[in-house]
């Protein structure tokens, strides 16, 4: 099993321009999350997923999208990029009533 | 909304020593509290599940309770080793809410010195 794959891990915007996140995970799990880790800020919780098909937001939702098609597949979308959104995001995906697996993170940088 | 905090943002013990960290939440008390790893530059990895009706769960050096009356959760490491050094966080599910929607707090770093 590869796990959770996200890509890219590193991407430079300017402000104003949007770009997805891609997301994958091929354990079968039920939910998947989006967080992003700041200095000091620790993570928070963008959107997450319970099943595919069914989304809702979490703690900072601005500004992101989501959807879920598959089980497999969470991409998160930047609509109009803006330097506060400069952040490493992680997704990560759980069993019910398990522990969540993390990827290795996308290290995003808007100018 | 329920508010996570972690005791002091930093930890140093020398080896052989037990870590002990704290998490507190102040609002409603969860189902269940997770605890994970987090090394830097990668993504958090996690290691204890403990539910509201469990006391105590072990697993290895690794030890966590949790006190729904105090509404805290400590997770202790005994015999500490160099490589138990990272950040540690902890996280809870929101109010009824299923394990999608799971908050952290910012987390203790711990550092063992030889």
């Known amino acids: 099993n590869a796990g959770v794959t996200q890509t890219p891990k590193f991407q430079v915007l300017k402000t104003g321009q949007s770009m997805t996140l891609q997301c994958a995970q091929d354990m079968n799990h039920e939910y998947m999350s989006w967080y992003r880790q700041d200095p000091g800020m620790g993570l928070r919780l963008i959107h997450y997923?319970?099943?595919?098909?069914?989304?809702d937001q979490g703690e900072v939702p601005n500004g992101y999208n989501v959807s879920r098609s598959t089980t497999e597949d969470f991409p998160l979308r930047l609509l109009s990029a803006a330097p506060s959104q400069t952040s490493v995001y992680f997704c990560a995906s759980a069993p019910r009533d398990k522990g969540y697996t993390f990827g290795s993170g996308t290290r995003l940088t808007v100018v | 909304s329920q508010k996570i905090e972690q005791n002091s943002e930093a930890l140093n013990i020398q080896e052989g020593k037990t870590a002990t960290l704290t998490c507190n939440y102040t609002?409603?008390?969860?189902?269940?509290l997770q605890w994970y790893r987090q090394d830097p530059g990668r993504g958090p990895v996690f290691l204890l599940l403990i539910r509201e009706n469990e006391k105590e769960k072990r697993k290895e050096r690794l030890k966590v309770t949790f006190d729904t009356t105090l509404k805290q959760s400590l997770f202790h490491i005994t015999a500490s080793q160099p490589a138990d050094s990272a950040t540690y966080l902890c996280a809870l599910p929101d109010r009824g809410s299923t394990l999608g929607r799971l908050y952290f707090g910012r987390g203790t770093q711990l550092t063992v010195w030889p």
């Open positions: 609002n409603y008390s969860p189902a269940y």
């Open positions: 997923s319970v099943g595919a098909g069914i989304t």
